[in-house]
């Protein structure tokens, strides 16, 4: 009986031993196979963090987007501050026909200006200023949020058929243009809101993410310390069971020799 004991003791010495190696060699706590309740965590938290790092990706092009269509308000902002000023000019009547004509025809390519930048301004191929919104995950689980691609032209703005052609159409125009900068401020400001929305976003997914990696990787990463102690000591049970049934078959042998001797 010592010497199927001694084999049983042997293979599983053995075992423990190849097992050990492959967590060494590999890294991984999990390579051997020996852990169903750990792999099947750690895969739930690898799938976790590569949805992480997607939902990250989304909202750093949220806040691409957002950041490209505020750089476009701005320029709007500026032509109508700059066609504040040149209604302001124009109201008044002490300049003659000339300069009158000078402010309307640069108030007019003002117009014009706004209307082809808002007309053509996107991100990646999506328009910025054409009305409805975009929207994307932010987080591992779905969630979804966006913001507003409202419609911004000088139609929209009510500066539609505003001009300078005289000091009168000039007061008409300043009080125009003044609730179209009032209004353009108010969607920049908004946007800004959209931007530090997407950025809390992004800080607390990096949060996630790590959380997740620290995780799986007490999951999964084999404790290098922890395995040489073992496979030292599998390696040294293991050379004991060799010298235990080397010893036992020297024995039987002698035993043998012992009944078939005349």
């Known amino acids: 009986m010592t010497i199927p004991t001694s084999q049983a003791a042997g293979s599983a010495a053995q075992n423990q031993y ?7 060699a590999s890294g991984s706590a999990l ?9 099947a965590v750690s895969g739930q938290l690898d799938a976790r963090s590569a949805r992480l790092g997607a939902a990250a990706n989304n ?31 124009a109201s008044s009547n002490v300049f003659g026909a000339d300069a009158q004509a000078a402010y309307s025809a640069e108030f007019d390519s003002l117009k014009n200006q706004i209307d082809q930048v808002t007309q053509n301004a996107s991100f990646n191929g999506q328009p910025l200023f054409s009305g409805g919104a975009v929207s994307t ?3 591992a689980d779905g969630t979804q949020d966006g913001l507003s691609l409202g419609s911004l032209d000088t139609g929209t703005l009510g500066l539609s058929g505003v001009s300078l052609d005289t000091p009168a159409d000039a007061q ?9 900068l009032s209004s353009v401020t108010g969607r920049s400001a908004s ?12 800080a607390n997914i990096g949060t996630e993410q790590n959380s997740v990696l620290s995780a799986n990787s007490s999951i999964s990463d084999a404790d290098v310390a922890k395995q040489s102690t073992a496979l030292a000591s599998a390696g040294i049970r293991n050379q004991l069971d060799m010298a235990v049934r080397a010893q036992a078959n020297r ?12």
Request: hydrophobic residues 45%.
């Open 18 to 24: 190849v097992r050990t190696i492959l967590a060494i």
């Open 191 to 202: 946007v800004s809101a959209d931007i530090s929305k997407f950025n809390f976003y992004a």
């Open 59 to 89: 909202v750093d092009d949220m806040v691409s987007l957002a950041q490209t269509q505020q750089g476009f308000l701005q320029g709007v902002q500026d032509s109508l501050t700059r066609m504040s000023v040149l209604a302001q000019q």
């Open 31 to 39: 390579a051997s196979g020996g852990d169903a309740a750990g792999i």
């Open 251 to 262: 024995s039987a042998k002698n035993v043998l020799n012992l009944l078939t001797s005349p």
């Open 172 to 180: 008409d125009a300043l009080s125009k243009v003044n609730a179209a």
């Open 137 to 139: 995950t932010v987080n």
